[in-house]
C-alpha cells in the first residue's frame, strides 16, 4: 500500500495556518475581526472569508474539476460582510473540511497526478504547496492585524520574542 508521507506533511502545514489563524482571532473581539486598520487593508472577516471561498474552489471535486470554479465570486469574497464569529467560523470550517476531505483519499502516488486551476496544469504536489503558501500568507497577515488590534496583552503564536533560549532547553536542544 502506498504511503502518505509527503501529505502527511502538507495536512501538517495546512493545520499549522489554521492554528494560527485560530489562535489569532480568539485574542480579539467580534467587533475587531470587521477593522480594517487602514483603507488599504482588509479586515481579519474579509480575509477569511477570501480563504473560505478559495479552499471550497480549489479544494472541491480537486482532482476532477478545474480548481477555479465558475460559481467563484472571488472579488464577493473581499467585501466586508459584518458575519458574525459563529456564521464566520462555521464558512471556515466548512472550507477546511473540504481540504482534509478532499486529501485524505489521496496517497504519494497521487502527487505526480494533474490538477487544474484557472486552466493552468499543475501536479497534485504544486497545487498542494501553492495553496500551503497561499493561506501561511494569509495567516501571516491575519495574525499582524490581531497583534496590532490586541496591543498589550497579546498571547504570541510562536516563539515570543527573547524566548528562543527557553524554548530551546525545553526542546532539549
Not at 30 to 42: R, S, T, Y
Not at 63 to 73: L, V
Not at 80 to 109: K, S, V
Request: proline fraction near 4%.
Amino acid at each position: 500500500m502506498p504511503g502518505r508521507t509527503v501529505l502527511e506533511a502538507f495536512e501538517a502545514e495546512f493545520m499549522r495556518s489554521r492554528r494560527y489563524v485560530e489562535s489569532a482571532m480568539e485574542q480579539v473581539s467580534d467587533e475587531q475581526l470587521h477593522i480594517a486598520i487602514n483603507p488599504q487593508q482588509n479586515s481579519i472577516a474579509v480575509i477569511m472569508q477570501h480563504m473560505a471561498g478559495n479552499m471550497l474552489s480549489r479544494f472541491t471535486d480537486f482532482i476532477t474539476s478545474d480548481g477555479e470554479k465558475p460559481t467563484r465570486d472571488r472579488d464577493g469574497e473581499f467585501v466586508e460582510r459584518n458575519l458574525g464569529r459563529g456564521e464566520l467560523m462555521a464558512m471556515w470550517a466548512r472550507g477546511w473540511g473540504c481540504i482534509f476531505g478532499a486529501i485524505a483519499p489521496l496517497n504519494d502516488e497521487d502527487l505526480s497526478r494533474i490538477v487544474m486551476i484557472r486552466g493552468e496544469p499543475h501536479t497534485v504536489s504544486a497545487a498542494l504547496a501553492r495553496q500551503v503558501a497561499h493561506y501561511a500568507w494569509h495567516a501571516g497577515q491575519i495574525a499582524l492585524i490581531a497583534k496590532h488590534l490586541k496591543g498589550e496583552g497579546w498571547r504570541y503564536l510562536t516563539i515570543p520574542p527573547r524566548g528562543s533560549a527557553e524554548f530551546n532547553r525545553r526542546m532539549g536542544v
